[in-house]
């Protein structure tokens, strides 16, 4: 059973970049395309966007301009970098793993709260 | 940006059967938005229940669902129990995946 676990600061300073890393173990990273879901604390989820295995991404296009996701299949591992980050980006982030159309695993999730 | 709605909350009976509904801002939801649905209990990630319109994941009870309804994606929970109490959201894929897009989700209350 694939288990996916994020990992990175809980605190940003506002203007700087969010920076997070999903760690999978019991699988591997090839064939299957992996996502950032983030939700607000009290609100909905909000897609961010995912990339392939092979390095392909895709990107809400209401955050295109400040995401950047990346893979590294040799660690098993996929990343999340979010530029000049606002209070308005505090969420719980989220990394899952799914095909194309969809999730099917999650973690279990980590908050980020933007302030200085 | 297409919008995605939901029914923001639900009531139904013990044992009762209620269906939640996933529609598209942009025109019917069809087989090709590949709809997914997601519960998600207070404190705890989401977990996925249906993929692909009607699809069920090894975890998911049989009472639960998926199917197109009215042009709309549906989610039919029958028997519910009180351990279904939680928030659903739906999720629609567009431009061929290109674009995600989640509902606003359903609280659904069980009482």
């Known amino acids: 059973q694939v288990q996916l676990q994020e990992s990175g600061p809980g605190l940003v300073k506002p203007s700087e970049t969010l920076s997070l890393k999903c760690t999978v173990s019991?699988?591997?990273?090839?064939?299957?395309?992996w996502s950032w879901i983030r939700q607000p604390p009290g609100k909905g989820l909000e897609w961010i966007g995912y990339?392939?295995?092979?390095?392909?991404?895709n990107y809400n296009p209401s955050l295109k301009s400040r995401v950047t996701i990346s893979v590294d299949t040799s660690k098993n591992h996929f990343s999340l970098n979010l530029s000049s980050v606002t209070a308005a980006d505090t969420a719980v982030y989220y990394c899952a793993r799914g095909p194309i159309f969809g999730v099917v695993d999650w973690g279990q999730g980590t908050l980020v709260t933007v302030s200085s | 940006q297409a919008v995605v709605t939901q029914e923001p909350s639900l009531t139904v009976s013990p044992g009762g059967t209620v269906t939640l509904t996933c529609g598209s801002s942009?025109?019917?939801?069809?087989?090709?938005?590949?709809p997914y649905w997601f519960q998600q209990k207070p404190g705890q990630a989401p977990r996925t229940l249906i993929r692909d319109t009607t699809s069920k994941l090894s975890w998911t009870p049989a009472r639960f669902s998926g199917s197109l309804l009215g042009g709309k994606a549906a989610l039919t929970l029958s028997g519910a129990l009180p351990e279904d109490e939680a928030e659903y959201y739906c999720l629609l894929s567009y431009t061929g995946a290109r674009n995600w897009v989640f509902g606003g989700g359903t609280k659904l209350t069980v009482l």
């Open positions: 990339v392939y295995y092979s390095g392909s991404t």
């Open positions: 942009t025109g019917p939801v069809t087989s090709g938005h590949y």
């Open positions: 019991g699988g591997s990273i090839s064939g299957y395309y």
